[in-house]
C-alpha cells in the first residue's frame, strides 16, 4: 500500500510543477508585470494558508484522510488544465491559487504517510516522502520542460492534467490505515496550536518557503531569461534544483543524525543565504546553475527536519491539527517571500530583491542560533509531550 501512496504523491506533484520551469515567462507572455507575477507565484501559498488549518481540523475531527487526498490530487489536475487555458495573467491567478487548493492537502498526505511508520520514525518517514516529492517534482520539471522547447507553452498543461486525472483515479484505490482518536475539543486544539514549539518551527519553515518561493520556484526562471537562457536551459534550471532537493532531501535524516538538528537547520539556511545573495551577481548559465544546486541542496536538507519536528511529539489523532497549523504558517512565506521580491524588484531592481531575500535567509540562522535552550530541537519529555498532545 505504500508503494501506491508513493505514486500517487508522486503524480500529485508532477501535476503541479510540470509547467514551473515556464511558468513565470508563460505569464510574462500574457501581459504580467514583475509585481503580478509575484502575485500569481504567491497565490500558491496563499489559498493553502487559507484552507491548511481546518482542513487539519476537520481531517483529525473525522477521522479521514483519503478523501482530501483524492480531493488534492483532483484539484491538482484542474489547476493544471486551467492554467493552460487561461488566456490573461487574472486567470493564472485564479488556476494558480487552485494549485494553492490542491497543496493544501499536503497536510493530510503527509500524516496519513506517517501513519505507516511507527511514532519514532517519524524522521525516516518524512526523508522519504520528501524524497518521492522532490523525484516527482524532477521528472516533472524535465518532463515539462522539454516538452515546452518542443512543443509550445501549452505542452506542459495538457501533460499535467492528464496525468492528474490519472492520479486521482489511482487515490481512489488506497487503503486508509485505521487511527485510534479522541474527540477534539476547543482546549486541546489550543494546545496544539499555540504550542510555542510548533509556532518556532512553523516560523522557520515560513522562512524557508519565502526563499525558496522567491528564487527556485520564482524569479530564478525571469533572471535566466534576463541574461539569453533559452527555454531549454529554463528547463535545465529546475533540474538541477529538482535533483539537489532530491539528494538532500533523501540524506536529511542521516545528516541530522550525525551533527545534529539545530547544527542541519543553521547550514541550510546559511546555503539559501548565500545562494540567493549570489544570483544578482552572476553572469553565465553555469553560474546560476551553480547557486540553483546550493540553494536545491539547502531546501531540500531542512525541510524533512521541520517536518519531523512538527509532528514529532503530537499524538497520532492530533497531526493532521498541528500539520495544518505547521503548513498554514509556512504558506505565509510562499505568499510573502515571491510578492515582497517582485515588489521590490519592480521599485529597486532585480539585484536588491534577492539581496533582500538573502537576509530572510540571514535572520532564518540566527532565529534558529537564538532557540530558546529550554525547547530542546526533537525532545519529546513528559512536559512537552502532554503539551503537543493536548
Given at each position: 500500500m505504500t508503494s501506491l501512496?508513493?505514486?500517487?504523491?508522486l503524480v500529485y506533484w508532477f501535476a503541479m510543477y510540470v509547467y514551473m520551469p515556464i511558468l513565470t515567462p508563460y505569464a510574462e507572455s500574457m501581459g504580467a508585470s514583475?509585481?503580478?507575477?509575484?502575485?500569481?507565484?504567491?497565490?500558491?501559498?496563499?489559498?493553502?494558508?487559507?484552507?491548511?488549518?481546518?482542513?487539519?481540523?476537520?481531517?483529525?475531527?473525522?477521522?479521514?484522510?483519503?478523501?482530501?487526498?483524492?480531493l488534492g490530487v483532483a484539484c491538482s489536475a484542474i489547476s493544471c488544465i486551467g492554467l493552460g487555458i487561461a488566456s490573461t495573467p487574472w486567470l493564472a491567478l485564479l488556476?494558480?491559487?487552485?494549485?494553492?487548493?490542491?497543496?493544501?492537502?499536503?497536510?493530510?498526505?503527509t500524516v496519513m504517510y506517517a501513519s505507516f511508520y511507527p511514532p519514532e520514525h517519524s524522521g525516516k518517514a518524512m526523508a522519504v516522502i520528501m524524497f518521492y516529492t522532490s523525484v516527482g517534482q524532477l521528472v516533472a520539471s524535465t518532463l515539462g520542460g522539454f516538452a515546452a522547447d518542443a512543443f509550445g507553452y501549452k505542452a506542459p498543461f495538457i501533460i499535467g492534467g492528464a496525468a492528474g486525472l490519472a492520479g486521482t483515479m489511482l487515490s481512489v484505490t488506497?487503503?486508509?490505515?485505521?487511527?485510534?482518536?479522541?474527540?477534539?475539543?476547543?482546549?486541546?486544539?489550543?494546545?496544539?496550536?499555540?504550542?510555542?514549539?510548533?509556532?518556532?518551527?512553523?516560523?522557520?519553515?515560513?522562512?524557508?518557503?519565502?526563499?525558496?518561493?522567491?528564487?527556485?520556484?520564482?524569479?530564478?526562471?525571469?533572471?535566466a531569461a534576463s541574461i539569453g537562457a533559452s527555454d531549454q536551459q529554463l528547463t535545465i534550471l529546475m533540474l538541477i534544483s529538482a535533483l539537489a532537493i532530491a539528494l538532500a532531501s533523501r540524506t536529511s535524516d542521516l545528516v541530522a543524525g550525525r551533527i545534529g538538528e539545530r547544527q542541519t537547520l543553521i547550514l541550510s539556511f546559511l546555503l539559501m543565504m548565500l545562494a540567493s545573495g549570489s544570483v544578482p551577481y552572476t553572469s553565465s548559465m553555469l553560474a546560476l546553475y551553480l547557486t540553483q544546486a546550493v540553494n536545491g541542496f539547502g531546501r531540500g536538507l531542512?525541510?524533512?527536519?521541520?517536518?519531523?519536528?512538527?509532528?514529532?511529539?503530537?499524538?497520532?489523532?492530533?497531526?493532521?491539527?498541528?500539520?495544518?497549523?505547521?503548513?498554514?504558517?509556512?504558506?505565509?512565506?510562499?505568499?510573502?517571500?515571491?510578492?515582497?521580491?517582485?515588489?521590490?524588484?519592480?521599485?529597486f531592481g532585480m539585484r536588491t530583491g534577492y539581496l533582500s531575500v538573502a537576509l530572510v535567509g540571514l535572520f532564518g540562522c540566527l532565529a534558529v542560533i537564538?532557540?530558546?535552550?529550554k525547547w530542546q530541537i526533537g525532545d519529546c519529555g513528559q512536559t512537552n509531550s502532554s503539551q503537543m498532545n493536548g
Open positions: 501512496f508513493i505514486l500517487v504523491t514583475l509585481s503580478m507575477i509575484g502575485l500569481i507565484l504567491g497565490s500558491y501559498g496563499f489559498t493553502q494558508m487559507l484552507i491548511r488549518i481546518p482542513l487539519g481540523i476537520y481531517s483529525d475531527r473525522i477521522g479521514r484522510r483519503k478523501v482530501f487526498v483524492v488556476f494558480r491559487g487552485l494549485a494553492g487548493v490542491a497543496a493544501a492537502a499536503w497536510v493530510v498526505f488506497i487503503k486508509e490505515p485505521v487511527v485510534r482518536r479522541e474527540p477534539l475539543n476547543i482546549d486541546s486544539l489550543m494546545k496544539v496550536g499555540l504550542n510555542p514549539q510548533l509556532l518556532w518551527v512553523s516560523t522557520l519553515a515560513l522562512l524557508v518557503q519565502a526563499v525558496t518561493f522567491a528564487t527556485i520556484y520564482g524569479f530564478n526562471q525571469s533572471y531542512i525541510f524533512p527536519v521541520l517536518l519531523s519536528l512538527s509532528i514529532k511529539c503530537v499524538a497520532p489523532d492530533k497531526r493532521s491539527t498541528a500539520m495544518g497549523f505547521f503548513q498554514a504558517l509556512y504558506g505565509i512565506g510562499m505568499t510573502a517571500g515571491p510578492v515582497f521580491a517582485g515588489w521590490v524588484s519592480e521599485l537564538g532557540w530558546p535552550r
